[in-house]
């Protein structure tokens, strides 16, 4: 089905915020992106709404529209819920196919080849689809559309950090021992694993927050 104008504007933005290019708090001109798609306020605002929907940005009275700055609380929230989803790809991983368990080792390489580029952005992307890969395990399309709306989130949290190497970095191994753990058929070992690995992951930013607000 062919995407109405509002939804490649909001494809568009959705691009640029993940990116950090339309960084956490940024106004979203109406006047300009107006001008830049090329399509009416009506549109524009359309779009929004659909971005509003996936959390990436906020309507604030009498302001305008922002790029969603994440809260701790929403930090929290967003591993909690991650967590359950990416634990229900590892328990139904010995029923996947041979196709997802390539996926999921697919993207470990992928990040460990931009680390060894020094492009710790790309480690940061490779990183979210070793995730989006995990909780694809478990073969349900509901699961996979929550995954995709929590990691788009998490991206504005990512470029809170001072350091994308500092953050991405200690997980490169973390990351193929969870896919070797899985290749093995060493599935309770990857789900406590996994476990303490969301743990991990969510102080580290949570640090970083409290750093930057410090």
Known sequence: MALSTAQRVAAALRARIESGDLPPGHR???EALGREHEVSRNTLREAFRLLIHDSLVVHLLNRGVFVRVLEPADVTDIYRMR?????AGVRAAAHAPRTLHDAVSATVTEAERAAAAGEWQQVGSADLHFHRALAALAQSPRIDSAMDRLLAELRLAFHEMPSPRRFHEPFLARNRALAKMLE???HARAEAELTTYLDDARELIL???KEAHA
């Open 28 to 30: 979203l001109s109406e």
């Open 83 to 87: 967590a359950a989803l990416e634990t």
């Open 184 to 186: 093995s058929g060493e």
């Open 207 to 209: 640090g970083a927050m």
